[in-house]
């Protein structure tokens, strides 16, 4: 079985720079969420894809996006980066069936840096 | 009010022995689902274990446990037999609602734990 995978680990940007943040759901999971971690707090929901549709939204304006392509594997792009987007993306996957869903694997996340 | 409270910055254990986290949450929803997370310094979250508001048992796996009293609305986390790999930041989240199939899952402040030998 294949973990949830993330790339690249470490990214550097410039304040007003777009950035795509790339993720792979662990095998058989329909369903990905992605989390946005500062420095010395908890995930924060930004939103989740269900069957190539955004099904959930958190506290993120629209320049955050995010797309999932048909093998379940997602996109967060965010355009215009702000100094406040520096922070560890965390991507997790898990399976939705019929309304339920079950546990969420993260992957091992990507340290965006704006400087 | 916070979703989820995580009232311990920081713990200290001795390697070997017991240590409970404490986790209480809120929320008006009868269908939810309760996790804990370990995040070691490399920064991947791994999952530990998951209680639903339904089950009846406490679940546990391994050497984790976890103390559900849905009443106090509580879901404290159990280390049993400590061990300085258990070094770490520890989150509880919940995650409310399952109609439709969405499923925001909040995330509490997390308790640093520290294993002395």
């Known amino acids: 079985e294949t973990g949830v995978t993330q790339s690249p680990t470490h990214l550097i940007k410039t304040r007003g720079q777009q950035v795509t943040l790339r993720c792979s759901s662990q095998s058989g999971h329909n369903t990905v969420s992605w989390y946005q971690q500062a420095l010395g707090q908890g995930p924060q929901f930004i939103f989740q894809y269900y069957r190539e549709e955004e099904n959930g939204r958190g506290n993120f304006p629209p320049r955050f996006s995010g797309l999932q392509f048909p093998n379940y594997s997602s996109e967060l792009n965010v355009n215009a980066l702000e100094l406040d987007d520096s922070a560890l993306y965390l991507c997790?996957?898990?399976?939705?069936?019929?309304?339920?869903?079950?546990?969420?694997?993260f992957g091992p996340g990507t340290r965006l840096t704006v400087t | 009010a916070q979703k989820i409270t995580q009232t311990q910055p920081g713990m200290f254990v001795q390697e070997k022995e017991a240590v409970t986290l404490d986790c209480t949450y809120d929320?008006?929803?009868?269908?939810?689902?309760l996790f804990w997370y370990k995040q070691p310094s490399s920064g991947e979250m791994i999952f530990l274990i998951y209680?639903?508001?339904?089950?009846?048992q406490n679940a546990t796996e391994g050497r984790y446990s976890l103390n559900f009293q849905k009443a106090r609305k509580s879901a404290n986390l159990v280390i049993s037999a400590s061990q300085l790999g258990d070094s770490a930041m520890y989150f509880c989240?919940?995650?409310?609602?399952?109609?439709?199939?969405?499923?925001?899952?909040?995330f509490g402040t997390g308790t640093k734990l520290q294993v002395i030998p």
């Open positions: 989240a919940m995650r409310e609602g399952d109609s439709g199939g969405y499923q925001k899952v909040t």
């Open positions: 209680q639903g508001s339904y089950d009846q």
């Open positions: 997790a996957s898990s399976l939705e069936a019929g309304g339920l869903s079950y546990e969420q694997y």
């Open positions: 929320t008006s929803d009868p269908s939810y689902g």
